[in-house]
């Protein structure tokens, strides 16, 4: 058996139509990666105007992708950490748990959400 090992921006890249589809709490997600500084306020407020459930993950995926590497990262850690409410799929909790985190010592700093 061969493992491929793909970045963070592949693997949300490469899980995006799953995602779009099912990803829940959008306000919990945004606001982490504003507390995480990837999500500046007028990113934050663009998202949060748009009606569609869809379309503010798009353009959720869209931004934190067009930022890189690093900024991907960020948002797999936060779902990872907040997959109760934020993955709340099947499909989705067997994805993020085949990502291949690093040890964090600050993990503790994102909002897990009630």
Known sequence: MRIIW??????????????????QNLSLIVENLFQRKVLQEEE???IQAEVDRFD??????????????????ELL??????????????DL????????FKEDPEMSDYLVGK
């Open 93 to 100: 909790q067997q994805w993020i748990s085949c990502f291949p």
């Open 77 to 90: 850690m936060i779902l990872d950490i907040t997959r109760k409410r934020t993955l709340d799929n099947a």
């Open 44 to 46: 934050v407020s663009k």
């Open 6 to 23: 793909q970045s963070a921006l592949e693997y949300i890249q490469n899980g995006r139509r799953l995602l779009v589809e099912r990803l």
């Open 56 to 73: 503010q993950t798009r353009k959720i995926l869209d931004w934190v992708t067009a930022k890189g590497e690093a900024a991907c990262y």
